[in-house]
């Protein structure tokens, strides 16, 4: 499967199957995460996986949206110690995560995105729940699990969304 035809079916799922996701495929997710274009070849983002089903309520509870039946999570975070400027890295860790949702219906399996970065109260939930260092912040939450059922392949892209030359 090619690039054009991940992104196409990459959808947001937000019911999953009561199956847990194997550790290989959550590997072969960070290893797509890790192939990202990142400036100055920083490589800044870490990720911390989820996968037990306390630590899975625990990380619920605190999502504002997010209280999805996923059996694993994957939170890209991005490491200040490693960045060129903080706006930058961010971004690197973004596409991290937009490589793990292209690559995992290649796997079967269904993921949704969840905005992390920009709340203090979040950051700060995540930090002491889950341990996370102070020069490691949360970017993204990535659910990850076996969707219910199969979402169809679309594209969003309309002509009032495309200009030519000048805007």
Not at 23 to 48: D, H, M, Q, T, Y
Not at 98 to 118: C, K, M, Q
Request: hydrophobic content about 40%.
């Amino acid at each position: 499967m090619g690039g054009y035809e991940s992104a196409l079916r990459r959808r947001s799922v937000r019911e999953y199957l009561e199956k847990p996701v194997e550790r290989e495929l959550l590997i072969k997710l960070l290893e797509a995460g890790a192939a990202a274009p990142s400036a100055v070849n920083r490589c800044p983002w870490e990720f911390l996986v989820l996968t037990e089903d306390e630590r899975m309520e625990e990380l619920r509870g605190m999502m504002r949206f997010g209280k999805y039946n996923a059996p694993a999570a994957i939170i890209v975070c991005c490491d200040l110690n490693k960045v060129v400027r903080e706006f930058v890295s961010v971004q690197d860790c973004f596409a991290a995560t937009e490589n793990i949702l292209n690559a995992a219906p290649d796997f079967g399996l269904g993921t949704v995105w969840l905005s992390a970065y920009g709340s203090e109260e979040l950051d700060g939930k995540m930090r002491a729940a889950f341990g996370l260092p102070e020069h490691v912040r949360p970017t993204a939450v990535i659910y990850v699990g076996y969707p219910q059922s199969e979402p169809e392949s679309r594209t969003q892209l309309s002509e009032e969304n495309i200009h030519w030359e000048k805007y």
